[in-house]
């Protein structure tokens, strides 16, 4: 099979899995029929909170924790939770936790990288005096897509992943070209000798 086949190969595997991960990551049905999610944000990212009517009227969370654990909790409970977690992580950034801090470290650096290459191609083309673009503009296109792409895994985003998935195999491609490119004057060097 030819090098070119391999990369396409590549790209529909890479974007079977992507699809496969992203249909189960979005797929958490609500613990109950008439339960219906609510965007509270909890110090353990990977839990989804519903809110709930009772059969008396009153209202109830289901917090339904990434291990498959539902906790009912009460309406003012809730509250006061929500309230406590806030006042003791200043909510700077929304960084509740370690490990939410980690992965907006790795989403801040990601598009760090991904607006960076930008500047190193402006860079590059003022010194050139015409438009060029870097290898380091595609190495940094590459880096920063995968950074964001793992970073939108993390939250569920659908859009941010859609925007960063395709983008990662132009770059890939233009990194290869450029490889190659890099190969053939050595190889045209030796074969004259």
């Known amino acids: 099979m030819s090098r070119r086949r391999y990369l396409i190969f590549g790209e529909l595997v890479f974007l079977a899995v992507l699809g496969v991960v992203t249909v189960l990551l979005f ?3 609500a613990p109950s029929a008439d339960a219906v999610q609510v965007d509270v944000k909890l110090p ?3 839990s989804r909170v519903y809110l709930q ?3 008396d009227g009153s209202m109830v969370y289901l917090v339904h924790h990434g291990d498959g654990r539902v906790e009912n909790v009460p309406v003012q409970q809730m509250s006061d939770r929500l309230y406590e977690a806030g ?3 200043g909510a700077a950034l929304g960084l509740s936790s370690p490990v939410v801090a980690f992965w907006l470290g790795i989403g801040l650096f990601g598009q760090v990288l991904f607006t960076g290459r930008m500047v190193v191609q402006w860079l590059a083309s003022e010194r050139r005096g015409k438009s060029v673009v870097p290898p380091l503009f595609w190495w940094m296109s590459l880096m920063g897509s995968l950074l964001l792409l793992s970073y939108f895994l993390w939250r569920r985003d659908p859009i941010g992943l859609l925007g960063q998935a395709f ?3 132009i770059y890939l491609k233009n990194i ?3 490889r190659s490119e890099a190969r053939q004057p050595t190889l045209a060097v030796t074969e004259g000798s």
Request: glycine share 6%; proline share 0%.
């Open 27 to 29: 797929r958490r049905h």
């Open 87 to 89: 006042k003791a992580s």
């Open 44 to 46: 353990d990212a990977s």
């Open 53 to 55: 009517r009772q059969s």
């Open 176 to 178: 290869l070209w450029i």
């Open 167 to 169: 983008g990662s195999f």
